[in-house]
């Protein structure tokens, strides 16, 4: 009685209603703080808190700094990369035509012709102005120099199949316009390819093991994906050259998808090859992986050597799965599926499952760089109708035939690949 008549004579009614709203504020604010808390104990909900404290930040600082974003400035220390704290595989593609690639097919001299898309007639070019934006945060731009400083007295090695090949065109072209002439050499071999930047006493290396283990295959390899054989528990011979690396980034996953069987060995090949067991696909796939894994926990220094895991890129054979009915597999795709959570046929959520249980498993702490969920909206980024078949570029009458010469397993450079580099490039 007595507060309520010094208030009526002290206080005025906006200074009360101010009291009433702090403490509201406040009470939500601390249920707010509980309420994250918990969601983030049982889910593992991660914020970004750097973006989240731009945010209030750019609220405060005036429209000037409200027009610009902070995708213009990804030096900016607010929005350093935090790999606890963000989620790169769940976001989206948005169209930005104000980023240019940092090379094309022409100003970068070491990619294949079955990735130079531009080179061998498509004339269409809204596929490299796609960005990739994570829902709680922002992937850093891929600095080529910063890159270089981060290899500096190092070696890189891509370790896997043509699509990591394919990545590694793009790791080596994304830095090499920035390094003079006389500075950069290409060693290309059939098995084993070496970029080196000098000034930076950096090498980018690739390693060719499609299954990672041995095979009757990899070396001199059989077109008839029937008479393909993999000897499941060796990796030892392939492995040795991937000794005193200190970055290694590992794939395997296209050769898989040959057939609903694959054949697995064990033993030496010399004892003849008709011992192999036919399994379906993800048995042998495991169990590759296993050798795999057995051979990182008992042979790499983690103070030297840091492992990388890319998870499978999709193919786009079926262009049912993103409701073309008309459409011709990937061809003549032209944007990307905008779908949320699209997952067509060509990425197996088995063999996904089998990298989840391995890796887990594993004693050597490594880097799964998830690619698939990303890549597998880019419907519209595959080499189709402008690559190669057999080291020749297609004719005129196989373009014409894109059901049976369509390539929607690799991809054009620039294009995709660049994001998985610059999802690496985050992690380095």
């Given at each position: 009685?007595?507060?309520a008549?010094?208030?009526r004579?002290k206080l005025?009614?906006?200074?009360?209603t101010?009291?009433?709203?702090?403490?509201?504020f406040?009470?939500?604010?601390?249920?707010e703080r509980?309420?994250t808390s918990?969601s983030?104990?049982h889910?593992g909900?991660?914020?970004?808190?750097?973006?989240n404290?731009a945010?209030?930040?750019n609220h405060?600082?005036?429209v000037?700094e409200?027009k610009?974003?902070?995708?213009?400035n990804p030096?900016d220390?607010?929005?350093?990369?935090?790999p606890?704290?963000?989620s790169?595989?769940?976001?989206?593609w948005?169209?930005?035509?104000?980023?240019?690639?940092l090379?094309t097919?022409?100003?970068c001299?070491?990619?294949?012709?079955q990735?130079?898309?531009?080179?061998?007639?498509?004339?269409d070019?809204?596929?490299l102005?796609w960005?990739w934006?994570?829902?709680?945060?922002?992937?850093?731009r891929f600095?080529p120099?910063i890159?270089?400083?981060?290899?500096?007295?190092?070696?890189i090695?891509f370790?896997?199949d043509s699509?990591q090949?394919n990545?590694?065109?793009?790791?080596v072209?994304?830095?090499q316009?920035?390094i003079p002439?006389?500075e950069?050499s290409?060693?290309?071999?059939q098995?084993?390819s070496v970029f080196k930047?000098?000034?930076?006493?950096?090498?980018?290396?690739?390693?060719?093991?499609?299954f990672?283990?041995?095979?009757n295959?990899?070396?001199?390899?059989?077109?008839?994906s029937?008479?393909?054989?993999?000897k499941?528990?060796?990796i030892?011979?392939r492995a040795?050259?991937?000794?005193?690396?200190?970055?290694?980034?590992f794939?395997?996953y296209?050769w898989?998808?040959?057939?609903?069987k694959?054949?697995?060995l064990w033993?030496e090949f010399?004892?003849g090859?008709?011992?192999?067991?036919e399994?379906?696909t993800?048995?042998?796939y495991?169990?590759?992986?296993r050798t795999?894994?057995?051979?990182?926990d008992?042979?790499?220094?983690?103070n030297?050597?840091?492992v990388f895991?890319?998870?499978?890129?999709?193919?786009?054979?079926?262009?049912?799965?993103?409701?073309n009915m008309?459409?011709?597999?990937?061809?003549?795709?032209?944007?990307?599926v905008?779908?949320?959570?699209?997952?067509?046929?060509?990425?197996?959520?088995d063999l996904?499952k089998?990298?989840?249980d391995?890796i887990?498993r594993m004693?050597?702490p490594?880097?799964?760089?998830?690619i698939?969920?990303?890549s597998?909206?880019r419907i519209d980024?595959?080499?189709?109708?402008?690559?190669?078949l057999?080291?020749?570029?297609l004719t005129?009458?196989?373009?014409a035939?894109p059901?049976?010469?369509?390539?929607?397993i690799?991809?054009?450079?620039?294009g995709?690949?660049d994001?998985?580099?610059?999802?690496?490039?985050a992690?380095?």
């Open positions: 009685m007595g507060w008549k010094y208030a004579g005025s009614l906006p200074v009360i101010g009291i009433f709203c702090a403490l509201t406040t009470v939500l604010l601390y249920t509980i309420t918990s983030g104990f889910f909900i991660k914020t970004c808190p750097r973006r404290a945010k209030l930040k405060h600082t005036g000037r409200l610009s974003s902070p995708l213009d030096t220390d607010r929005f350093v990369f935090d606890e704290e963000c790169l595989n769940n976001g989206k948005v169209f930005n035509t104000s980023i240019k690639p090379y097919d022409r100003t001299p070491y990619i294949d012709r990735y130079s898309c531009t080179k061998n007639g498509r004339d070019s809204d596929y102005h960005e934006r994570p829902d709680d945060c922002i992937l850093p600095d120099k890159a270089l400083r981060k290899l500096q007295g190092k070696r090695m370790v896997g699509i090949r990545m590694w065109e793009s790791f072209c994304l830095v316009s920035v002439e006389g950069k290409m060693k290309l071999g098995v084993y930047a000098k000034e930076y006493n950096a090498s980018i290396e690739f390693y060719w093991a499609p990672l283990v041995e095979s295959t990899d070396i001199h390899v059989i077109a008839d029937k008479q393909r054989i993999i499941v528990d060796s030892a011979e040795k050259q991937w000794l005193g690396v200190d970055f290694l980034v794939n395997t296209v898989w998808m040959s057939g609903v694959a054949k697995a033993g010399a004892n090859e008709e011992g192999y067991e399994f379906d993800p048995i042998p495991k169990l590759a992986l795999w894994a057995n051979w990182i008992s042979t790499i220094d983690t030297k050597t840091k895991f890319t998870t499978m890129s999709p193919t786009h054979q079926r262009n049912e799965d993103w409701g008309n459409g011709t597999r990937c061809f003549n795709e032209t944007r990307p905008m779908k949320k959570g699209h997952w067509g046929v060509g990425s197996n959520k996904m089998a990298v989840v391995v887990g004693k050597v490594v880097t799964v760089l998830n698939t969920q990303l597998e909206y980024g595959h080499a189709s109708v402008y690559g190669e057999g080291g020749k570029l005129d009458k196989q373009r035939d059901s049976n010469f369509a390539d929607c690799h991809w054009c450079l620039p995709v690949p994001t998985w580099n610059r999802m690496l490039y992690y380095l």
